[in-house]
């Protein structure tokens, strides 16, 4: 008696977030993360300002070595800036795509959620890993973010390399 097993089928999916939802996602996402960034970064400003006040009050008496090291901390706090505010992004998108609700308030909004290939919630790594490709992804006048337009699965950069799929819920 001869058997034979059969793969089940596999079957096609149309439900794939479209690039327009993606985009107003992010849109929303970027207003979320720019109001989170400004409740720690505008403190911090506020401060590296009021500190200068009083060096630039005296500017006249300012020798070359104290120019440049002014020049040099206004460098350093504005790379540790940067850095930090990043790091939100980062975190913004990590968190909230690995959790329960699987996207972030922008693709909540638009009723999308970020899965891996199988349909399935990611893991904090994976989601990490999406979130660090979304900086690959705009390297280049974000073409990568635009590839989700044209891609069979609507995968942008980032997704293609954390292997993630963003879908309709």
């Known amino acids: 008696m001869e058997t034979t097993t059969t793969a089940p089928p596999i079957v096609a999916t149309t439900n794939y977030a479209s690039f327009g939802a993606r985009l107003v996602a992010i849109i929303i996402d970027v207003i979320v993360i720019g109001v989170l960034q400004s409740v720690v ?17 005296n500017a006249d008496n300012i020798d070359e070595d104290q120019a440049i090291g002014m020049i040099a901390a206004f460098m350093a706090t504005m790379g540790s800036l940067w850095l930090l505010s990043s790091a939100i992004s980062f975190l913004y998108f990590s968190i909230m795509e690995s959790s329960k609700l699987q996207g972030t308030l922008g693709k909540m909004a638009l009723n999308i959620k970020v899965t891996d290939m ?3 919630r990611i893991s904090f790594g994976k989601a990490a890993l999406r979130a660090v490709g979304r900086y690959v992804s705009g390297l280049i006048m974000c073409i990568g973010y635009l590839l989700a337009a044209f891609t069979e699965k609507k995968q942008a950069l ?12």
């Open 158 to 169: 980032h997704d293609m390399i954390a292997s993630t799929l963003v879908v309709k819920k």
């Open 41 to 57: 970064i505008v403190p911090i400003l506020a401060l590296i300002g009021i500190s200068f006040i009083p060096e630039l009050q």
């Open 118 to 120: 199988n349909g399935d």
